[in-house]
C-alpha cells in the first residue's frame, strides 16, 4: 500500500515543476508586473520556502524507494549507486534553495560588497536552479528505475542493448541539461529563458523513452528473488507520513501565493478590493495560518482513522441486547 | 517504555509542521497594503511633481529591475552608457560620452556644471493647463 501510494505521489509529482514553469510563463505573459511580484518582489522569499518544501519531498521520495529496496533480496548491485543518488539529490536541493540575495547583517553586506553573495548569487539564478530540478527530477526517475528493476532480470535477447541505450539516453540528457544551465550565464535573457524548454524537453523525453525501452525490456523477467512483504523499516512508515504532511503544507502554501498574488484585487486589474482587508499578510504570518491548516487536516485524518478502527472492536452488546 | 505508533505519528506531524513554520519565520517579512490614491492638480509645479514622483517611489518601491551591472545581466560600465545614450535619445540630446564617469564608479568627480548622466535631457512637458486632475499610478508599497 505505501509502494503504491508514493508511486502515485511520484507519478503526479514529477510533471508538477514543468506545470509549475509554463503556469509562471502564463502569468508573465499576461502581466510583467504581476510576474515580477511573484519572482521578484514580495512574493519571492515564498519560493524559497517552497523550494525547502520540494526539496524535503524528493529526498523523502528517494528515502523510500531506497528503504523498499531493502526488502528485495536482489537489490545489493543497485545499492551501490544510491550514496550518489543522495549526492545528487541533495546537491540539487542546496542550489534550488540558494536565495538571489541573501539575509545579511549591514557589516555583511558591506563584506560582500552588495546584497549578493559574490560567489552563492550565481546559484540563485534561473539557469542554476532549472538545471537543479532537472537533475533532481533524473535523479528521483532513477531512483524508482533501480526500485522496479531490483529481483529481476530482463529475458529478452536485446537486454544488454537496451541498458546501453538507457544509459545514453540518461547520459545524454543530463549533459544537455548541464550545459545549457552553464551556457545560460553567457547569453541575455531573453535567449536565457528559451533555453529552459529543451531542458524539459529533454528530461522529459528521458522519462518516457525509458519507461517504454525498460517496460518492454522487463516483459518477461525472471523474478531472482522474492520480495519480502512487511519487512521494510518501520521508519519508511513515518517518510510516508513526513511526505503527506509536506505536501498538504505545500498546498496551503501556493494556496497563499494564488491568493495573494491578486494583492489589492478582487480579480487582478478588473475589480479592485477597497475593504479594509485589501492587504497582503507577512510570510510569517501566513505560514503560521497555513501550519494550523494542516494541523486541523491531519486531527480531522485522525479522527477518520479512529472512527475506521472501531470496525475491528466488538460490536456494543450492552443493554436489550441484539434484535434478531 | 514503548511509545505507542500514535503518539510518534502525532509528533512527527507537528514536528514537520512546526519546522516550515519556522522557515517561514526566518525569510524577510514585509505586509504589502494597497496604494493609496494619490490626487495631482494640472498646476503643479515641477518641484511639486518630482516630490510628489518621490513618495509615489518611496518606501520600498518594487523596481522590478534587478541590479543591472551584477550576474546574471552585468552590464559593463561602456554597455550602461550606452544605454544611457540611447535613453538620452529618446527624449532629447545625448549628454553622455564614453568618458563619462558614472555616478557609483569609484573616482567620479563631478565637474562644476556637469549634468548628472542619468539625467532625461529633455525638460518635463507641462501639463496642459485645462487638463483635469486625475489618479496617480498606483503607488507600491511592497
Known amino acids: 500500500m505505501g509502494y503504491i501510494g508514493n508511486f502515485v505521489a511520484i507519478s503526479a509529482f514529477l510533471p508538477l515543476p514543468f506545470a509549475g514553469y509554463w503556469l509562471a510563463k502564463e502569468i508573465y505573459a499576461f502581466s510583467q508586473t504581476l510576474g515580477l511580484t511573484m519572482m521578484g518582489g514580495a512574493f519571492s522569499w515564498l519560493f524559497i520556502i517552497q523550494a525547502v518544501l520540494i526539496g524535503n519531498l524528493f529526498l523523502g521520495a528517494n528515502y523510500y524507494l531506497w528503504l523498499g529496496m531493502g526488502r528485495i533480496s536482489g537489490a ?4 551501490k549507486y ?19 540575495s541573501i539575509i545579511a547583517t549591514v557589516s555583511e553586506v558591506r563584506a560582500m560588497g552588495g546584497s549578493t553573495h559574490p560567489i552563492l548569487t550565481f546559484l540563485g539564478v534561473m539557469s542554476a536552479k532549472n538545471t537543479a530540478v532537472n537533475i533532481l527530477i533524473l535523479s528521483t526517475y532513477m531512483s524508482f528505475l533501480l526500485y522496479r528493476r531490483t529481483g529481476k532480470e530482463p529475458t529478452v535477447t536485446w537486454a544488454k542493448a537496451g541498458n546501453a541505450a538507457q544509459l545514453a539516453i540518461f547520459t545524454t540528457a543530463a549533459a544537455i541539461v548541464i550545459f545549457l544551465g552553464v551556457y545560460g550565464y553567457f547569453v541575455e535573457a531573453t535567449v536565457r529563458i528559451k533555453l529552459s524548454v529543451p531542458q524539459v524537453l529533454s528530461v522529459l523525453f528521458t522519462m518516457v523513452s525509458v519507461t517504454i525501452i525498460d517496460v518492454l525490456m522487463y516483459r518477461k523477467a525472471r523474478s531472482t528473488s522474492e520480495v519480502r512483504w512487511g519487512t521494510v523499516p518501520p521508519i519508511s512508515q513515518y517518510v510516508l507520513i513526513f511526505i503527506a504532511v509536506t505536501f498538504t503544507w505545500l498546498m496551503g502554501l501556493m494556496g497563499y501565493v494564488r491568493s495573494g498574488l491578486r494583492q489589492h484585487w478582487h480579480v487582478y486589474g478588473v475589480i479592485r478590493d477597497t475593504s479594509p482587508d485589501a492587504f497582503t499578510p507577512t510570510l510569517g504570518f501566513a505560514t503560521k495560518i497555513v501550519s494550523v491548516t494542516v494541523l486541523i487536516f491531519f486531527a480531522l485524518i485522525g479522527f477518520v482513522f479512529w472512527l475506521a478502527s472501531l470496525h475491528d472492536k466488538d460490536d456494543f452488546a450492552g443493554g436489550g441486547g441484539a434484535h434478531a | 517504555m514503548k511509545i505507542p505508533p500514535i503518539l ?15 522557515v517561514g519565520q526566518m525569510v524577510p517579512q514585509k505586509e504589502v497594503y494597497p496604494p493609496v490614491e494619490v490626487v495631482l492638480k494640472a498646476d503643479m509645479s515641477p518641484a511639486e511633481m518630482a516630490k510628489t514622483g518621490r513618495e509615489i517611489m518611496d518606501p520600498g518601491f518594487n523596481p522590478g529591475m534587478p541590479v543591472i551591472n551584477k550576474p546574471p545581466i552585468g552590464l559593463t560600465d561602456q554597455e550602461i552608457l550606452c544605454v544611457i545614450a540611447y535613453l538620452q535619445t529618446l527624449g532629447g540630446q545625448t549628454t553622455v560620452t564614453m568618458a563619462t564617469k558614472l555616478k557609483y564608479q569609484a573616482g567620479h568627480e563631478p565637474a562644476a556644471g556637469e549634468a548628472a548622466p542619468t539625467a532625461a535631457a529633455a525638460p518635463a512637458a507641462a501639463p496642459p493647463a485645462a487638463a483635469p486632475p486625475v489618479a496617480a499610478p498606483p503607488k507600491g508599497k511592497s
Open chain 2, 8 to 22: 510518534k505519528i502525532a509528533v512527527l506531524v507537528v514536528a514537520t509542521t512546526s519546522f516550515y513554520m519556522y
Open chain 1, 76 to 79: 545489493q548491485p543497485f545499492q
Open chain 1, 82 to 100: 544510491i550514496k550518489w543518488l543522495l549526492i545528487a539529490v541533495a546537491a540539487c536541493f542546496m542550489v534550488w534553495a540558494t536565495p538571489h
